[in-house]
């Protein structure tokens, strides 16, 4: 910890400072999953566009992969991959406009 002497409007303070390492804040949207014995649903965490897929029937992923990123809000949330795998079933394609909890692949 460090200590450091702020003034504010003619007032003085004393402020500790802890240091911690940064890292980017992402926010991540929770993405509904749904196994069945062999497979992983994949749902759409929100309404919005699909404007990228990195993906198509047959890709191996892995968990934490960009599978696609779905604009909301003007605001681009990256799709992680749930499970380790290979994409059984795209049900959706590029400019795609999803709702919310609309199925949008399968991963085997």
Sequence with gaps: MKL????????SYEVEVESITE?????????????NESATNVLAPMQG?????????????KKGDVLMILESMKLENDI???VNGYVRQLLIKEN?????NQLMLIIG
């Excluded at 450091?4 to 007032?11: A, D, E, L, R």
């Excluded at 890292?23 to 196994?35: A, D, N, R, T």
């Excluded at 566009?49 to 992923?61: A, C, D, P």
Aim: proline residues 5%; hydrophobic residues 35%.
């Design 4 to 11: 450091y002497k702020i003034n504010v409007n003619g007032k």
């Design 23 to 35: 890292h980017k804040s992402v926010h991540q949207p929770q993405i509904e999953i749904q196994k």
């Design 49 to 61: 566009k699909i404007t990228t897929l990195n993906i198509k029937v047959g890709s191996i992923v």
């Design 80 to 82: 992680l991959c749930p």
């Design 96 to 100: 795609q406009n999803v709702d919310i």
